[in-house]
């Protein structure tokens, strides 16, 4: 065998051992990670009617395309992600939800005819969890959020529905978070959930 076939058989040898070797570790490489779950355990509510303050059996609450029928005290849970909905309850829109976690708030008032009025939760941006200690302010009323973020602001029941004209801000404000504000309409008018979020300073 003549030295030129000896380094070709030797350079043959030499790739399949790579090729051999690169083979046996990638068939050992790391699996690719799980994704993070979006989704939270869920969060609960009641569906309220407003006048009685009872439980309203049998309501649809929809947020998105998941939904749920409430049991005999009005209550539901929902497995759902975290997220800015237009929840529906039987069919009629019920404002705008911002979903947080499992610890979230979902109540909700029907049956509230004339009557005029705003409610939801305050939460933290950021951190996705409920601002304790914010004031809200609508219409020269100013409420403060509990620990769940909570706040409720009622008026008046006019047979019109509807009080003031003008273009209308909700206001929050808080120490450790810069302001935040939405319109809510030309003046006020029905019953409505509506959340927001606030960013820390």
């Known amino acids: 065998m003549n030295d030129s076939s ?7 040898l030499a790739v399949l051992v790579v090729l051999t070797v690169g083979c046996q570790q990638s068939a050992h490489a790391p699996s690719t990670p799980t994704p993070v779950p979006t989704h939270i355990p869920g969060f609960s509510g009641r569906v309220v009617d407003f006048t009685t303050n009872a439980g309203v059996v049998g309501a649809r609450v929809s947020f998105g395309d998941t939904s749920a029928i409430t049991g005999s005290d009005g209550s539901y849970v929902l497995d759902t992600p ?111 959930r509506i959340d927001l979020e606030m960013d820390r300073r």
Not at 104 to 130: K, W
Not at 135 to 164: E, H
Request: hydrophobic share 35%.
């Open 82 to 192: 975290r997220g800015v909905y237009e929840p529906r309850i039987d069919d009629a829109r019920a404002g705008v939800a911002r979903v947080t976690g499992e610890s979230y708030r979902g109540d909700f008032f029907v049956r509230t005819g004339t009557c005029i009025g705003r409610y939801g939760t305050i939460s933290d941006r950021g951190a996705s969890q409920p601002i304790a200690g914010a004031t809200v302010s609508l219409g020269g009323q100013n409420v403060t959020t509990g620990k769940d973020g909570w706040y409720r602001i009622d008026f008046t029941c006019p047979a019109t529905g509807v009080i003031g004209f003008n273009t209308t801000f909700m206001n929050v404000s808080h120490p450790d978070y810069t302001n935040a504000s939405t319109v809510v309409g030309r003046g006020i008018a029905g019953y409505t």
């Open 6 to 12: 000896a380094l070709m058989r030797r350079f043959v």
